[in-house]
């Protein structure tokens, strides 16, 4: 599986759009890139994942940039509830079977 | 509609003792995965089972630990003669066709 990079740590203002970015220069064309997030050492929550168009469901949007070298996870309108660890993850195919390899994610506070 | 199901929620033994963590997936789901997290650190994989097989175990350390899922019941991860580093936090995700992984809560281990 490719290799993510993602900034440690990042603030959002309450009620401001939050743009989590993700580096992944080594994703290779059967890879997907996923998006997770942990709430304070709960279990992992599934956010949203894609392929190579932008995708948006009742959490997130993700957009990929056209050479899929990076992406970004957008939370459209950050509550506090959203203060979490998330985890840009890249794995191949689409059927989830197979592990999944997590780095250190981004730290996300969002501050009222 | 129970989601991922891990027991128990917190676990304590004492050096030289047998941990065994069950986790029971999502209805419908065949595929297993087990992750570790110590203290402070990210998730790290350890092993992908599928009904009464073992898929990937290339995260499992090659002593005391085992894993298994049974044609019947639930997922069991064994820990036999549990050491103070075993303490953590490991969880269990389940994923099915065309469905995201989905985790438990985690069951916390603490060895004293």
């Known amino acids: 599986d490719a290799k993510t990079t993602q900034p440690p740590s990042m603030d959002c203002a309450e009620g401001r759009a939050a743009n989590l970015p993700c580096n992944h220069s080594t994703i290779s064309g059967n890879e997907y890139v996923y998006w997770y997030r942990q709430i304070h050492s709960q279990g992992p929550q599934y956010i949203i994942h894609g392929l190579k168009n932008n995708e948006t469901n009742e959490m997130a949007s993700l957009i990929i940039t056209e050479d899929r070298k990076s992406s970004t996870l957008i939370l459209p309108h950050a509550t506090l509830r959203d203060t979490a660890v998330y985890y840009c993850i890249v794995r191949v195919g689409d059927t989830n079977a197979g592990k999944s390899t997590f780095g250190d994610g981004t730290t996300l506070t969002v501050k009222p | 509609n129970a989601g991922v199901m891990q027991n128990p929620r917190h676990l304590v033994r004492r050096r030289g003792q047998e941990a065994r963590l069950r986790c029971s997936p999502m209805k419908g789901h065949s595929h297993v995965y087990w992750y570790r997290q110590l203290p402070e650190e990210g998730l790290k994989f350890m092993v992908y089972l599928q009904k009464e097989n073992i898929i990937d175990e290339s995260g499992m350390p090659k002593e005391r630990f085992s894993a298994e899922f049974p044609k019947e019941g639930p997922s069991i991860l064994r820990i036999q003669q549990v050491v103070r580093g075993d303490s953590a936090a490991y969880f269990c995700?389940?994923?099915?066709?065309?469905?995201?992984?989905?985790f438990g809560d985690g069951t916390r281990l603490s060895i004293l």
């Open positions: 995700a389940s994923s099915g066709r065309n469905q995201p992984q989905h």
